[in-house]
């Protein structure tokens, strides 16, 4: 598999005319690193994988939400679920730990991933990604989001992403 680039997002966004707003800055690998605001949804991208069935799920969740993988894999009828492994991430979408993307989906040319979206996140607000490098972030209208997906020919799954509760 190819490394996943940022150039092939910007190439995609033009000729699909997705109009975008990029801000650089420095790497970051996880949602608690970010320093900077974007005008829109703050989000958190995971692959995960389930165990027996060899199923992958692309999830995207509101960035502070605590995921509950357990509750998860039972809304997904999978006995358990884990995250895909650096080489997976790569074998799969070309990318690399700290830079996970819906956007970089095309390379699942064999359609081999389910992505599920939070119903919590705000399809009236904006949604910012890392364009297949952690080093950038792009901010898209939801609604182009979308269309972006649709031009992949992939169906989005919405559902309500369970969250780990706080212990009692």
């Not at 598999?1 to 940022?6: E, H, N, Q, R, S």
């Not at 974007?38 to 027996?52: R, W």
Request: proline content about 5%.
């Amino acid at each position: 598999m190819p490394k996943a680039t940022d150039q092939e997002v910007y190439q995609l966004f033009e000729e699909w005319q997705i109009p975008y707003e990029r801000i650089d800055h420095q790497a970051v690998y996880t949602v608690a690193e970010i320093d900077f605001t974007i005008d829109g949804s703050d989000v958190k991208n995971l692959l995960m994988k389930s165990k027996k069935t060899k199923n992958y799920y692309f999830v995207i969740c509101p960035g502070q939400k605590r995921l509950d993988i357990k509750a998860l894999a039972k809304k997904l009828e999978e006995r358990q679920l884990s995250f895909a492994s650096e080489a997976e991430l790569f074998e799969l979408l070309g990318l690399e730990r700290g830079s996970v993307t819906p956007l970089a989906l095309p390379h699942d040319t064999k359609q081999q991933i389910t992505l599920i979206i939070d119903k919590a996140i705000d399809q009236r607000e904006k949604i910012g990604f890392h364009p297949n490098t952690n080093t950038a972030t792009v901010v898209i209208a939801f609604s182009d989001f979308t269309l972006f997906l649709a031009k992949l020919g992939i169906e989005p799954l919405y559902c309500t992403i369970p969250e780990k509760q706080p212990d009692a």
